[in-house]
């Protein structure tokens, strides 16, 4: 059965460097799903930051694209998100999470628990 | 980027009641609309997949449809583990997005 588990500091500072791994177990990141990261904060919902394939092709939201890079280890079955010049404004619980798709659809059916990251001082 | 209007953004019914939350999409989306279910400090679950297929293991008193710019999310007999909150989200088109939400509690 796989599962998503999200990492990383639950404290980042003001114009830092927000990171956060999402390791996959019981199954491969070499397949054929779509690997994505969603926050949820009180102010703004439900938010899509992105998403990575495992050969490295990204999407990302064009309001974070210029802050933000996803990665894939293929090594470690598992998948990052950095995000430069952090503000309050991305404090939020920041999930993992992994796509099923067909030609007709497309949703996310696994995610992980998620975890709470502050921006703050 | 194509906005998800949810209706009502919270409601309160009693077990047994029937549901129904609305979503519109401000352009069409044919029906690359996804239905969520969340609860406290959980991650959020699919219900419904393309505006009206029950993802599996789902209680078939969960219903979608919809298509175009207009879904509709009604549950029926509702049950004390309904109480939740229900997302919409499309993935007709980048940036993904989602609705504000919807709040089912007990009246």
């Known amino acids: 059965q796989v599962q998503l588990q999200e990492s990383g500091p639950g404290l980042v500072k003001p114009s830092g460097t927000l990171s956060l791994t999402c390791a996959v177990s019981?199954?491969?990141?070499?397949?054929?799903?779509?690997w994505n990261w969603v926050r949820q904060s009180p102010g703004k919902g439900l938010e899509w930051i992105g998403e990575i394939y495992h050969s490295g092709s990204t999407n990302y939201n064009p309001s974070l694209k210029s802050r933000l890079t996803m990665s894939v280890d293929k090594s470690k079955n598992q998948f990052s998100l950095k995000l430069t010049s952090v503000t309050a404004a991305d404090t939020a619980v920041y999930y993992c999470?992994?796509?099923?798709?067909?030609?007709?659809?497309?949703?996310?059916?696994?995610w992980g628990q998620g975890t709470l990251v502050t921006v703050s001082s | 980027d194509i906005q998800m209007t949810q209706s009502p953004s919270s409601l309160s019914a009693s077990v047994g009641d029937r549901v129904t939350i609305t979503c519109r999409a401000s352009q069409t989306i044919d029906t690359y609309l996804n239905w969520y279910q969340q609860k406290p400090g959980k991650a959020p679950k699919v219900l419904i997949y393309?505006?009206?297929t029950l993802q599996s293991g789902v209680p078939s008193r969960f219903v979608g449809s919809g298509s175009g710019t207009d879904f509709t999310l009604t549950i029926n007999n509702l049950q004390p583990e309904d109480f939740a909150t229900y997302y919409c989200q499309q993935n007709y088109a980048f940036p993904f997005t989602f609705g504000r939400g919807t709040k089912v509690d007990i009246k």
């Open positions: 393309a505006a009206s």
């Open positions: 019981g199954g491969s990141i070499s397949v054929s799903n779509w």
């Open positions: 999470a992994r796509v099923l798709s067909s030609s007709t659809s497309s949703y996310w059916d696994l």
